[in-house]
């Protein structure tokens, strides 16, 4: 029998959620984000609470339908989809994983040294994706089944402009080209906005579609991991120009970036448009403090510190939760979540003790 992850239960508002995001006051509860949960801690949830009971793994629609299941269940007001079959060819290396949840395929790392694109001749040999050939079989699907408290949140191998121009040179490569070769970063970065502008055109198609969430990690700990000026002539051009097309749609632009962004949240605020930023990590800046510093402009989502949830206990998480929320919910502008997404060596109950007590809340 199907059974609740949530002592309290949640009833989806999309509509909700979107206000809440734009600030639109105060909710009546807490609503929750992530960028992923990772395919193990999926696997463990539908197993502990039944989630599968009465779905057909052979329905052709199986994995949609019990992604609607599991995001009820844990309180969300949303799915996640993009277009599918977009390949873009990146070297990796693999390692055993050593996490709760094993991962049995191994944990990818990407190559940091030397990518696919180190020179002109591999620029203009590498296979390009054709964002017109992806597929849309998710997002057709919702937009039909989708239970009409819920929407989806267009998010998923999206706007990756500054991780791309890693991924694609090789970060220590990207370093030297940003001196020796501009030019040739100059025409990558073109190529990506060329790609994702055709992959939000696509979503945005969708009308169940009523959040777009970039992803781009542009951080380490202490700073950027290229300059400021670099950022501005490179990265944020694709940005502005996602924020953009989204807000003409009407939606809310959200952006998930790993780092340490000081120098350069003034630019994703007023120059950008951001409507929302997602990534924090204590030793960097707590979304407390950004609540404070940015509150007042775009919401602030997630926060619930990774390596705190993987090491507290759950008097603790509870206990941090209800501060976090006390500080961040007044006047809207906050979702409950995790500092980054729900990986599979967060033990899953010190997870499922966030959701709880965000689920017990009241404002």
Same mark, same amino acid.
């Given at each position: 029998?199907?059974?609740?992850?949530?002592?309290?239960p949640?009833?989806?508002?999309?509509?909700?959620?979107?206000?809440v995001?734009?600030?639109? @006051?105060?909710?009546?509860?807490? *609503? /929750?984000i %992530?960028l992923?949960?990772?395919?193990?801690?999926? +696997?463990? =949830? #539908?197993?502990?609470?039944?989630?599968?009971?009465?779905?057909?793994e052979?329905?052709?629609?199986?994995?949609?339908?019990?992604?609607?299941?599991?995001?009820?269940?844990?309180?969300?007001?949303?799915?996640?989809?993009?277009?599918?079959?977009?390949e873009v060819?990146l070297?990796?290396?693999?390692?055993?994983?050593?996490?709760?949840?094993?991962?049995?395929?191994?944990?990818?790392?990407?190559?940091?040294?030397?990518?696919?694109?180190t020179n002109?001749?591999?620029?203009?040999?590498?296979?390009?994706?054709?964002?017109?050939?992806?597929?849309?079989?998710?997002?057709?699907?919702?937009?039909?089944?989708?239970?009409?408290?819920m929407?989806?949140? @267009?998010s998923?191998?999206?706007? *990756? /402009?500054? %991780?791309?121009?890693?991924?694609m040179?090789?970060? +220590?490569? =990207? #370093?030297?080209?940003l001196?020796?070769?501009?030019?040739?970063?100059?025409?990558?970065?073109?190529?990506?906005?060329?790609?994702?502008?055709?992959?939000?055109?696509?979503?945005l198609?969708?009308e169940?579609?009523?959040?777009?969430?970039?992803?781009?990690?542009?951080?380490?700990?202490?700073?950027?991991?290229?300059?400021?000026?670099d950022?501005?002539e490179?990265?944020?051009p694709?940005?502005?120009?996602?924020?953009?097309?989204?807000?003409?749609?009407g939606?809310p632009?959200?952006?998930?970036?790993?780092?340490?962004?000081?120098?350069?949240m003034?630019?994703l605020?007023?120059?950008?448009?951001?409507?929302?930023?997602?990534?924090?990590?204590?030793?960097i800046?707590?979304?407390?403090?950004?609540?404070?510093?940015?509150?007042?402009?775009i919401a602030?989502?997630?926060?619930?510190?990774?390596?705190?949830?993987?090491?507290a206990d759950?008097?603790?998480?509870?206990e941090?939760?209800?501060r976090?929320?006390?500080?961040?919910?007044?006047?809207?502008?906050?979702c409950?979540?995790?500092?980054?997404?729900?990986?599979?060596?967060?033990?899953?109950?010190?997870?499922?003790?966030?959701?709880?007590?965000?689920?017990?809340?009241?404002?």
């Amino acid at each position: 029998m199907v059974k609740s992850p949530l002592s309290v239960p949640v009833t989806p508002n999309w509509r909700e959620l979107v206000d809440v995001i734009m600030r639109h @006051g105060t909710p009546e509860r807490v *609503h /929750f984000i %992530e960028l992923f949960l990772d395919a193990e801690v999926q +696997e463990e =949830l #539908c197993r502990r609470y039944h989630l599968l009971d009465g779905l057909d793994e052979d329905d052709p629609y199986f994995d949609l339908k019990r992604q609607i299941r599991l995001q009820r269940a844990l309180g969300y007001d949303y799915v996640r989809a993009s277009v599918e079959n977009l390949e873009v060819p990146l070297y990796r290396s693999t390692l055993e994983d050593t996490a709760q949840l094993k991962r049995e395929t191994g944990r990818r790392f990407m190559e940091e040294h030397r990518g696919p694109i180190t020179n002109w001749d591999e620029f203009y040999a590498y296979p390009w994706p054709d964002p017109e050939a992806a597929t849309t079989r998710a997002l057709e699907w919702y937009e039909e089944n989708l239970p009409e408290d819920m929407c989806v949140i @267009g998010s998923g191998g999206f706007a *990756h /402009f500054a %991780e791309y121009l890693t991924w694609m040179m090789g970060y +220590e490569t =990207l #370093c030297y080209a940003l001196y020796d070769q501009r030019d040739l970063v100059a025409a990558i970065a073109e190529r990506l906005m060329n790609l994702f502008e055709a992959v939000l055109r696509r979503m945005l198609q969708f009308e169940r579609v009523k959040i777009i969430w970039g992803s781009d990690d542009m951080g380490f700990r202490s700073a950027t991991l290229i300059s400021p000026a670099d950022l501005r002539e490179f990265v944020f051009p694709g940005h502005k120009r996602m924020a953009e097309m989204s807000h003409a749609a009407g939606r809310p632009y959200l952006l998930h970036a790993c780092g340490n962004l000081r120098e350069v949240m003034e630019d994703l605020i007023e120059d950008v448009r951001i409507d929302a930023k997602h990534s924090f990590e204590d030793t960097i800046e707590s979304v407390i403090e950004a609540k404070q510093l940015y509150g007042d402009r775009i919401a602030l989502l997630g926060g619930i510190d990774v390596d705190f949830l993987c090491r507290a206990d759950e008097s603790a998480i509870r206990e941090r939760v209800r501060r976090t929320l006390d500080a961040c919910l007044p006047g809207g502008g906050y979702c409950l979540g995790t500092g980054n997404s729900v990986a599979n060596y967060i033990p899953l109950d010190h997870y499922l003790a966030m959701q709880d007590e965000g689920a017990r809340y009241r404002p």
